[in-house]
T-cell receptor, first 112, second 113 residues
Framework: KNEVEQSPQNLTAQEGEFITINCSYSVGISALHWLQQHPGGGIVSLFMLSSGKKKHGRLIATINIQEKHSSLHITASHPRDSAVYICAVSGVGGGSQGNLIFGKGTKLSVKP | GAGVSQTPSNKVTEKGKYVELRCDPISGHTALYWYRQSLGQGPEFLIYFQGTGAADDSGLPNDRFFAVRPEGSVSTLKIQRTERGDSAVYLC???????????FGNGTRLTVT
């Protein structure tokens, strides 16, 4: 069983739509990361959070520690948001912060 | 400023050969991480350095894999007797400290033929 589950695996949206990507994990963690990976490109860290909610531009990330669940929201989506969004957790079982466990990613495609 | 730099960007080698992959972290970042991403999969943790020492090497798959960071900045991931299954994108990331978000390089795509 994967320790980090993301849904959906694939998501197609029309430009302007509100998008939600979900991440559930099954172990105790110290932090959760949302990452963005463009095709053929590197990975960009979007958020690192251990509680509550963070906002950056059109992106919002929330986490519920009790329910072991996080969501990434994109408001007013744009074709340039098309990428793979990866959820990762760190500090699992008291392990090191660098030992990230990654989800398999959600491939988002935003159509104009 | 300069981001995390990985060289080479692509490496093709024959089965059984030795390879070295280099990572130049952002200046001043004490934490450095190596991950491996196979096609269609999420990345997998390999090793984490805090300064010069490997704080966690539990992700290294076997003793053919080794990484160093002798002066606490540049790191080299070394793979001996490469196998076709080692083909993947090897990602390096750094952060100012263990509690800060990671900055990723663009990766080295290793192909073992």
């Amino acid at each position: 069983k994967n320790e980090v589950e993301q849904s959906p695996q694939n998501l197609t949206a029309q430009e302007g739509e509100f998008i939600t990507i979900n991440c559930s994990y099954s172990v105790g963690i110290s932090a959760l990361h949302w990452l963005q990976q463009h095709p053929g490109g590197g990975i960009v860290s979007l958020f690192m959070l251990s509680s509550g909610k963070k906002k950056h531009g059109r992106l919002i990330a929330t986490i519920n520690i009790q329910e072991k669940h996080s969501s990434l929201h994109i408001t007013a989506s744009h074709p340039r948001d098309s990428a793979v969004y990866i959820c990762a957790v760190s500090g699992v079982g008291g392990g090191s912060q660098g030992n990230l466990i990654f989800g398999k990613g959600t491939k988002l495609s935003v159509k104009p | 400023g300069a981001g995390v730099s990985q060289t080479p960007s692509n490496k093709v080698t024959e089965k059984g050969k030795y390879v070295e992959l280099r990572c130049d972290p952002i200046s001043g970042h004490t934490a450095l991480y190596w991950y491996r991403q196979s096609l269609g999969q999420g990345p997998e943790f390999l090793i984490y350095f805090q300064g010069t020492g490997a704080a966690d090497d539990s992700g290294l798959p076997n003793d053919r894999f080794f990484a160093v960071r002798p002066e606490g900045s540049v790191s080299t991931l070394k793979i001996q007797r490469t196998e076709r299954g080692d083909s993947a994108v090897y990602l390096c990331a750094s952060s100012p400290d263990r509690n800060s978000p990671l900055h990723f390089g663009n990766g080295t795509r290793l192909t073992v033929t």
